[in-house]
């Protein structure tokens, strides 16, 4: 078994693990796969001085999920809609996709 394959059981047991874990279940065009689902606060300060204040949703989930993924695509979070805008792969395992609420 490699390191990353080692590391994706790791995440399976731990963090993407419904009933005992963080994770909740994300409805994709393909399947249910379960992520780590946060509306992260962020401030940006544009050249101007003046703060914008915003909040911008994440999933966090295994590489193998993403890769069944493409941007554009919706998912189905808390009954809600997002569409994927971004992936950033962490190269741990897991990949962060930056969504858009419909």
């Known amino acids: ?9 790791d995440l399976d047991k731990v963090f ?7 994770a909740e279940e994300c409805e994709t065009p393909a399947s249910t796969i379960n992520v780590l ?8 300060q544009p050249d101007t001085g003046i703060g914008v204040s915003s909040f ?18 919706i998912l189905y979070i808390r009954q809600t809609e997002y569409s994927i805008i971004e992936f ?7 990949v962060l996709a930056i969504l858009r609420k419909q």
Not at 1 to 9: A, G, K, R
Not at 37 to 44: G, H, N
Not at 88 to 94: A, I, K, N
């Open 1 to 9: 078994m490699t390191l990353l394959d080692q590391m994706d059981t």
């Open 16 to 22: 993407f693990d419904k009933d005992r874990g963080f």
């Open 37 to 44: 689902f946060d509306e992260e606060y962020y401030l940006s």
């Open 56 to 73: 911008q949703p994440v999933a966090s989930m295994k590489k193998k999920d993403a890769d069944t993924l493409e941007v554009g695509h």
């Open 88 to 94: 950033q792969d962490s190269g741990d395992g897991e």
